[in-house]
Nanobody
Framework: QVQVIQEGGGSVQAGGSLRLSCTAPEYILNYCEMNWYRQTTPGKERERLCNKMHCTDTVNDRFSVSRDNSKNTLYLQMNALTEIDTGRYTC????????????WGDGTQVTVTS
């Protein structure tokens, strides 16, 4: 059973920063499309924010991704957080080996307070 383990998250004041981590076996990081998603409202479609190298225009002025190969871990660095960034953030390994195989982390809640 492949595990995608997330850590980080929590509550932060607006303007603050948080770093999320996503740890998975090396072969998962190498052979899957790693993506970070955010779901701001339960039941609402997840929004893809970043892959393992780049973030979308929506957040790339504040969010960045990095990888520590020694720890088999991806990081999502989030700066200048605002209340609209509140949501559940999930790391996903998708389209592994070019197939429909995917593995999802449990997600972590990020709450930004004013």
């Amino acid at each position: 059973q492949v595990q995608v383990i997330q850590e980080g998250g929590g509550s932060v004041q607006a303007g603050g920063s948080l770093r999320l981590s996503c740890t998975a076996p090396e072969y998962i990081l190498n052979y899957c499309e790693m993506n970070w998603y955010r779901q701001t409202t339960p039941g609402k479609e997840r929004e893809r924010l970043c892959n393992k190298m780049h973030c979308t225009d929506t957040v790339n002025d504040r969010f960045s991704v990095s990888r520590d190969n020694s720890k088999n871990t991806l990081y999502l660095q989030m700066n200048a957080l605002t209340e609209i960034d509140t949501g559940r953030y999930t790391c996903a390994a998708e389209r592994c080996w070019g197939t429909a195989t995917s593995y999802w982390g449990d997600g972590t809640q990020v709450t930004v307070t004013s």
